[in-house]
């Protein structure tokens, strides 16, 4: 039987785990690539290590609502010039709610949330 490779599309990795142990036991049962979630700054940035480090690790790049606290006035400039930077940050995702847009304060974000 002919298997497809395949991607792991939703993959958490930090520079704490085993990374090359974990792509030998996933490339033996044909998961080839995998694309990582940077959800907040330090994760951004761990995951940026991580992709410069091994072949077929993809990054996406956010902030997820739970980390509010990293999200700045000029958070998504930051993380458009890192997408445009790097060819293998891929996307968009763990995103926040862009608060100026909908007017609301941080403050309030995090009451109603």
């Given amino acids: ?3 497809e490779s395949l991607t792991d599309t939703h993959f958490h990795l930090d520079l704490n785990d085993d ?10 049962n044909n998961v080839q690539n995998f694309i ?3 959800c907040d700054l330090k994760g951004i ?7 410069n480090r091994y072949p077929g690790i ?11 606290k990293d999200f700045h ?9 890192l997408l445009l930077e790097n060819k293998k940050i891929i996307g968009i995702g763990e995103i926040i709610i862009i ?3 909908i007017k609301k304060s941080k403050k309030e974000f995090l009451r109603l949330n």
Wanted: hydrophobic share 40%.
């Fill in 1 to 3: 039987m002919n298997k």
């Fill in 19 to 28: 990374i090359a142990l974990i792509l030998e036991r996933a490339r033996k």
């Fill in 36 to 38: 990582i979630s940077g």
């Fill in 45 to 51: 940035k761990e995951g940026i290590e991580i992709i």
């Fill in 58 to 68: 993809y990054l996406t790049i956010g902030i997820h609502p739970d980390e509010i």
């Fill in 73 to 81: 006035d000029d958070t998504i400039s930051y993380l458009e010039k």
């Fill in 99 to 101: 608060i100026k847009k």
